[in-house]
């Protein structure tokens, strides 16, 4: 369990609310889909370890936290058969709520960095995800054309988006109509960590957008809306409304029920850029530019082509005779 706030080896109270580590550390995150994220780690945790299916992170006493608590907290995890990835994220969650508990001055540091050294669980599996086939592409495309209203023209352009721009869909959920530039056919994208990066969209994609921005019109605000019953852009504060990360991935999920396609998410379309760059010969380095990663290592990871090209690839080595 967590320590209690009164706890006999310490004898520190729970420091009050605005020195909270649960409230500072998700205050640090830039994205609304981090925060949830991680929020729900730190939430879990904190129920795993009082018992307590209605408590969240807040307020509990993660200053009071010692290297024997947090090896408990990660042989707990591992005894409710969580996977060694869940666990390592809720451990990063962890890790993080420490640093901003020493931040704030609640604990030493040399508490903090012994209670943080806690190990990742090794782990090695075949990556989630799948490579979205050219002509699943062209099914949830033409499903979009067969819709000649304003939701079919949207539609179409997030999806065409998605795929030649490799965003996340957090990503094209920030989008604004400033950040598109028609004379380049380029996006600027707000990343992960505040950092700006440009995108290119190919030709089909610009087309497909414009017709989306023909009956979005040209007005400042986010390039993607949500509309109303209506069939017009939602607006707040007088300009297009922005929609959120689940509301992109919902399109491609209903689009591609729809088509008959299977169940694809945004991240599939991401993974299918990166393969399908690597296939044109792309080089790894400007792949890892293109989609914002830090390394080219995570990049390499998210490669899913079928194995029938890996296969085609040793297929033309020669044995000598």
Not at 114 to 124: K, L, S
Request: hydrophobic share 35%; aromatic share 6%.
């Amino acid at each position: 369990m967590l320590p209690q706030p009164s706890s006999p080896s310490t004898g520190h109270a729970v420091e009050p609310t605005e020195k909270d580590p649960y409230r500072s550390y998700l205050e640090t995150l830039t994205s609304a889909e981090s925060r949830r994220t991680m929020r729900g780690c730190l939430d879990r945790i904190a129920r795993l370890q009082t018992g307590d299916s209605r408590v969240s992170g807040a307020g509990q006493p993660w200053h009071l936290l010692r290297y024997h608590h947090t090896t408990a907290i990660r042989a707990g995890m591992l005894d409710q058969g969580w996977s060694g990835a869940y666990v390592n994220k809720h451990l990063v969650a962890l890790r993080r709520v420490l640093q901003e508990a020493w931040r704030l001055g609640m604990m030493t540091a040399a508490d903090y960095h012994a209670a943080a050294d806690v190990p990742p669980v090794p782990h090695h599996r075949i990556p989630a995800g799948h490579h979205v086939p050219k002509e699943v592409l062209a099914a949830i495309f033409a499903d979009c054309d067969a819709d000649d209203t304003i939701t079919g023209s949207r539609d179409a352009a997030v999806i065409a988006v998605l795929y030649s721009s490799g965003c996340r869909r957090a990503e094209v959920a920030r989008l604004r109509l400033s950040d598109y530039d028609s004379s380049d056919r380029s996006l600027t994208v707000l990343g992960k960590g505040g950092k700006q990066r440009q995108v290119y969209l190919t030709s089909q994609a610009v087309t497909r957008l414009h017709r989306w921005l023909a009956w979005r019109g040209r007005g400042a605000g986010a390039l993607f809306s949500p509309l109303s019953k209506a069939g017009r852009p939602r607006i707040r504060d007088g300009e297009p409304a922005a929609m959120t990360g689940q509301a992109i991935a919902d399109i491609l999920t209903r689009r591609s029920d729809s088509a008959g396609a299977g169940r694809y998410t945004p991240h599939d379309l991401r993974r299918t850029f990166i393969g399908d760059l690597l296939d044109a010969g792309v080089d790894l380095a400007t792949t890892q530019q293109l989609v914002g990663h830090s390394s080219p290592d995570t990049t390499a990871r998210y490669d899913r082509r079928p194995g029938r090209r890996r296969r085609e690839a040793v297929d033309r080595l020669q044995l000598p005779e």
